[in-house]
């Protein structure tokens, strides 16, 4: 079998010899774009084992709350923007995404023990907003929409969400 993880938090495992999938991979249903014209895929395909290695889209309940008034202040932050699970797509105001783009497994991949069967995964739950915006004249486009993308901190410049903010986790394959 080989592994391949993928920057949603997912590891996917196929046959070396026949390149299917060991375990079924599922179509499910995702959220859909807001913005007008933009026309998004109904369903994303989502393995059913291992279960994810890294945060799967965001909800109020992972925002920071360190102390009440931290909390308080993350809350007007992260309200100011869309969110949801995995495949929450960007939006006019702004779509607060984990893992992120520089999030998941990204570039650190994985390693697996072919004795013991055992598949690590390093990971990072990097916040990103992910947003459509009007062209405004910097760059040339023929494009209704282009992409926008930034961070959202929390208060004083710490995180927006908590943590852990990175992760070693060992998978039995």
Do not use: N
Not at 74 to 99: M, N, Q, W
């Amino acid at each position: 079998a080989v592994a391949q993880p993928t920057k949603q938090g997912w590891v996917y495992v196929f046959d070396r010899v026949t390149g299917k999938p060991v375990w079924p991979i599922e179509e499910v249903p995702v959220p859909q774009s807001t913005v007008p014209g933009e026309k998004t895929s109904p369903t994303q395909p989502v393995p059913t084992k291992p279960p994810p290695f890294s945060a799967q889209g965001l909800t109020e309940d992972d925002v920071i709350d360190f102390t009440p008034e931290i909390k308080r202040q993350a809350l007007e932050v992260f309200k100011k923007y869309d969110s949801g699970p995995i495949f929450t797509p960007g939006s006019l105001r702004g779509t607060l995404t984990v893992p992120g783009d520089g999030g998941g497994a990204h570039w650190m991949g994985a390693s697996v023990d072919p004795e013991s069967g055992i598949a690590y995964v390093s990971s990072k739950a990097y916040s990103i907003v992910l947003g459509l915006a009007k062209p405004d004249g910097r760059f040339e486009s023929d494009m209704d929409y282009v992409i926008r993308m930034g961070r959202a901190s929390g208060p004083g410049g710490i995180p927006l969400f908590k943590p852990p903010y990175a992760r070693i986790t060992a998978i039995d394959l």
